[in-house]
C-alpha cells in the first residue's frame, strides 16, 4: 500500500515514527529536513500522485487546533478542529483537498503530545464549558487508525476531560480500536453518506454505504454515539428517490439514542479550488452538475439548494429531534 | 516525447544504438540525436552540473517539449558498496555545495531500487551512503521547470565503489555497463508512457475546440468559456451532435449562449 516513506530529520527518533517505520520494513525510507520539501511543491500533480502516495511522518509546530467556521458545529459555543493527518486514503471526487493540495501524499505529523497539550490549552481558556474538537477535516480520522493508533493515543485526554467532545469524522470501517475500548460519552463517530449510486459514482476507494453502515451498528452494539453526515448532498436527477432510499435503509437500522447528530450541507467548493479541480479531472460529470459562482464560491443555484436541504430536512426530522440536526448552509 | 540525458558519450552509444537516434546537425552548442518518429531523443551534456542545466534549456528551446514529456538522465555513479554494474534510480537529489534538495516521485512500479544521490563539483572517492555523481541536480532542478516531477528521474548505473574506485573505469567498461541496462531502461519508459498519456488526456481541449476557434472569432476569456462549456457538453449530452445547434450562429459569443442555454436545459444524471 505504502512504498515510500519520507521522515523529517526532527522527529526520526520519535517513538512513534519508530513504531510506524517497523510496520513496514520493506519500504523505501528518505530523509528530508522539511516535509514542505516534498509536499506541495510546484511541478507536481495530485491526480498522478494519488496513484502512489506515500507517508510523510513530520512534526507540526503552529496552529494545531484552529476555530472552526462560524458555521460549523453539532451544539456547542465553542468548536475547533484538528489535523493529525494531511490527504486521505479515499479519493472522493467532491472532496476539496484535491485543490487545496499539489501533493496527494499522506501527512502524519507524530507530534500528538503537542496537539494534546494545544486542546488542554483550548479547554483552559474556555473554563469550564463545553468545547467541541473536530477531526477528519483534513485527513479521514480512521482510515489510518491500526498505523497511526490516533484513537488510542487522543481517547485517554477525552476520558479524562468530560467537558471536551471529540468528533471522529471518517467514511471507514478500521473501528477496531474503538471497539476494544470501553465507549465514552464525548465521543462522535460521525460517518459521511451519499446514496449508493453517488458513492459508486465519486467515492473512490471508501467503504460502500452497507460496510459504513454496519460499523456504525457495530459502534452502537458496542455502546459509542454516532453522527451522520450527509454532506456533501450531491444533485441529480431523481435525487429525492435516492436520497430518501438512503435515509430509510439508515433510520429503520440505527439506534436512534445514540444518534448523537445529523447534519447537511449541499456540495460547494471556493472558486479556484473548483477550477483547478474541473482542470485535474476533465472527465468528471460532477464539475458539469448545474453550478453557480457566488462569493468565490461554487454551488448549486439556489433554487437547487432549497429543494435539495428541504427535501433532506423534512425526512430527516421525522427520525429525529430537531435539537440533534445541524444544517450546514 | 522522451528527452535522455547523458554527460558523456560512452554513455550515450549504446542509448543511441538501441533506440536507433541519429544526431541532429543543426544543433551545435550540445550533440542532440533523435529517433526517427521524432518520440525518442538525446542530448549529450558534458561533465557538471552547470553544462546539465545548460543541456536540458538548450533541448528545450530546441525540441519544443511539453509538460508531459518524460525526461531521463542516465548515467554512471559511484557508491561506497553497491556492486559495479548495479542500476539505481534516484529518490532525492542533494547539491552538495548548496545543499538544495529534490526528490523525484517515483509513483511506478521501478526496475531496480531506489536510493539519494549526492551531486558533486569534483570527483570522490570518500564514497558514502549514497550516490555521488556530477550532473543530477543541474539537470533535475532545470527539467522540473519544464515537466512535472513524476516523469523527471535519474537511472545510474554504479560504475565505482569503495573497492574498486574511479581510476579503473573506462569508456569501453561505462558503454558496457550501460548497455546492460538498456532493459532497464526500457522498462522505466514503459511504466513511464501511460503517465504521459494520462497528462495529454487531462491538458488537451475538447475535441471540437479547434473548429470551433477557425469559425469564429472569441476572445480569450470567451476562449476560456467554450473550453469548458464544450467540455459540459460532451459529459451532459454525450450522443447529442453539438454542430447543427451552433451552426447558423454568425458571433462567438452568441455561440456560447446557445451552449449554455442547451446545457443547462438538460436533465442532470451524475451516475450511468
Request: hydrophobic fraction near 40%; glycine fraction near 2%.
Amino acid at each position: 500500500m505504502i512504498s515510500t516513506i519520507y521522515i523529517e530529520e526532527e522527529i526520526a527518533s520519535h517513538p512513534r515514527t519508530l513504531a510506524i517505520l517497523e510496520r513496514f520494513p520493506e519500504t523505501t525510507k528518505i530523509m528530508c529536513e522539511r516535509y514542505g520539501e516534498i509536499f506541495n511543491r510546484k511541478s507536481q500533480n495530485f491526480r498522478l500522485q494519488k496513484k502512489q502516495p506515500a507517508l510523510i511522518l513530520a512534526r507540526k509546530h503552529k496552529s494545531l487546533v484552529l476555530p472552526t467556521p462560524i458555521q460549523y458545529g453539532i451544539g456547542a459555543e465553542h468548536n475547533y478542529y484538528f489535523s493529525h493527518m494531511l490527504n486521505c486514503l479515499y479519493d472522493c471526487r467532491y472532496c476539496f483537498l484535491q485543490g487545496m493540495f499539489q501533493s496527494a501524499h499522506y501527512i502524519l505529523f507524530v507530534n500528538y503530545e503537542d496537539f494534546i497539550e494545544d486542546m488542554n490549552s483550548t479547554l483552559n481558556k474556555h473554563n469550564n464549558e463545553p468545547v467541541h474538537f473536530f477531526s477528519g477535516y483534513d485527513c479521514d480520522s480512521l482510515a489510518l487508525d491500526p498505523v497511526t493508533d490516533f484513537t488510542n493515543e487522543f481517547l485517554p485526554f477525552f476520558e479524562r476531560n468530560p467537558q471536551a467532545l471529540l468528533e471522529l469524522r471518517t467514511k471507514s470501517t478500521q473501528i477496531r480500536s474503538l471497539l476494544k475500548r470501553e465507549p465514552i460519552k464525548n465521543c462522535v463517530i460521525a460517518f459521511s453518506f451519499t446514496p449508493d449510486k453517488i458513492a459508486q459514482a465519486l467515492e473512490h476507494k471508501a467503504p460502500d454505504v452497507n460496510k459504513r453502515l454496519q460499523a456504525i451498528l457495530d459502534l452502537q452494539e458496542a455502546g459509542w454515539q454516532v453522527g451522520l453526515r450527509f454532506d456533501p448532498l450531491i444533485y441529480t436527477k431523481g435525487f429525492a428517490n435516492e436520497y430518501s432510499e438512503l435515509f430509510d435503509r439508515i433510520f429503520t437500522k440505527i439506534n436512534p439514542e445514540l444518534t448523537h447528530s445529523v447534519s447537511l450541507g449541499t456540495f460547494r467548493l471556493p472558486k479556484d479550488y473548483f477550477r483547478k479541480l474541473e482542470k485535474l479531472y476533465p472527465d468528471e460529470k460532477l464539475f458539469a452538475s448545474p453550478l453557480t459562482e457566488e462569493n468565490n464560491s461554487i454551488s448549486y443555484p439556489v433554487e437547487i439548494r432549497d429543494d435539495m436541504l428541504g427535501f433532506c430536512k423534512d425526512i430527516i426530522t421525522k427520525h429525529i429531534p430537531s435539537e440533534k440536526f445541524f444544517p450546514c448552509y | 516525447m522522451i528527452h535522455i540525458f547523458c554527460a558523456l558519450p560512452c554513455e550515450a552509444q549504446p542509448i543511441i544504438q538501441n533506440f536507433k537516434l541519429t544526431e541532429l546537425k543543426q544543433f551545435d552548442l550540445f550533440r542532440i540525436y533523435q529517433s526517427k518518429d521524432k518520440e525518442i531523443d538525446l542530448t549529450i551534456t558534458g561533465i557538471g552540473k552547470l553544462n546539465a542545466a545548460s543541456a536540458v534549456s538548450y533541448h528545450h528551446a530546441s525540441l519544443n517539449t511539453k509538460a508531459s514529456d518524460i525526461w531521463l538522465n542516465i548515467g554512471v555513479a559511484g557508491h561506497a558498496d553497491i556492486s559495479i554494474g548495479e542500476a539505481r534510480l534516484v529518490n532525492k537529489i542533494t547539491e552538495e555545495q548548496t545543499k538544495s534538495c529534490w526528490y523525484p516521485q517515483i509513483i511506478f512500479k521501478a526496475p531496480c531500487d531506489s536510493i539519494a544521490l549526492i551531486t558533486l563539483d569534483k570527483p570522490s572517492d570518500d564514497y558514502q551512503d549514497a550516490l555521488f555523481d556530477m550532473e543530477a541536480s543541474g539537470f533535475y532542478q532545470m527539467a522540473i521547470r519544464l515537466g512535472t516531477a513524476e516523469l523527471i528521474h535519474s537511472l545510474k548505473i554504479i560504475s565505482d565503489n569503495a573497492e574498486q574506485a574511479t581510476s579503473t573505469v573506462n569508456a569501453d567498461s561505462v558503454k558496457k555497463m550501460m548497455a546492460k541496462h538498456v532493459i532497464t531502461i526500457k522498462n522505466i519508459l514503459d511504466s513511464l508512457k501511460p503517465i504521459t498519456l494520462e497528462i495529454d488526456s487531462i491538458i488537451s481541449e475538447p475535441k471540437e475546440y479547434k473548429e470551433f476557434l477557425e469559425r469564429w472569432h472569441f476572445t480569450q476569456s470567451e476562449r476560456v468559456q467554450l473550453s469548458r462549456l464544450l467540455q459540459q457538453w460532451n459529459l451532459r449530452l454525450p450522443n447529442d451532435e453539438i454542430t447543427k445547434h451552433v451552426i447558423e450562429n454568425t458571433t462567438g459569443k452568441s455561440v456560447l449562449n446557445v451552449l449554455r442555454e442547451k446545457i443547462n436545459a438538460s436533465e442532470f444524471v451524475i451516475h450511468d
